[in-house]
């Protein structure tokens, strides 16, 4: 069963992909932010057209474990993207996860220039890594 995390920010969307055997998380795309339910239609169609089972979305969360503002924006996308598909959704603490791709990035040695703009993609990479580890290791 192939898995596809989002990355849901304010201005962008970062979306990756598992592989069928839902062990290897790799980017698919960015989709730009236009409004909450746009949003949640592309990422349906999306899911749809790459058959995935399961939607995981980056939830933030504050020092008290509450989310915070990105946190409850993305619940309410999950919200509108349930109205939207029948593929089961599940939230997933995506704290740290930009920093986490940006580090990674530059431990691979990619270059400055290249690492320069957005890490949405590669965010939704380390949700989808984390979820996956986590759910085998469970």
């Not at 592309?42 to 474990?65: K, P, R, T």
């Not at 690492?115 to 989808?128: M, P, S, T, Y």
């Amino acid at each position: 069963m192939r898995i596809l995390a989002v990355d849901h920010g304010e201005k962008r969307i970062g979306l990756a992909l598992s592989d069928p055997t839902a062990t290897i998380a790799s980017p698919l795309k960015v989709v730009q932010h236009v409004s909450r339910l746009v949003d949640a239609a592309q990422v349906a169609e999306i899911a749809m057209q790459n058959e995935v089972g399961l939607i995981v979305i980056g939830q933030s969360f504050d020092e008290d474990g509450n989310p915070n503002p990105a946190g409850r924006r993305a619940s309410r996308f999950a919200d509108e993207l349930r109205n939207q598909t029948t593929i089961a959704i599940e939230m997933w603490d995506e704290s740290f996860s930009t920093q986490t791709a940006r580090a990674a990035r530059i431990e691979l040695g990619v270059s400055r220039r290249k690492r320069a703009g957005h890490q949405d993609e590669f965010a939704a990479v380390v949700i989808l890594q984390s979820y996956l580890e986590a759910r085998r290791n469970a």
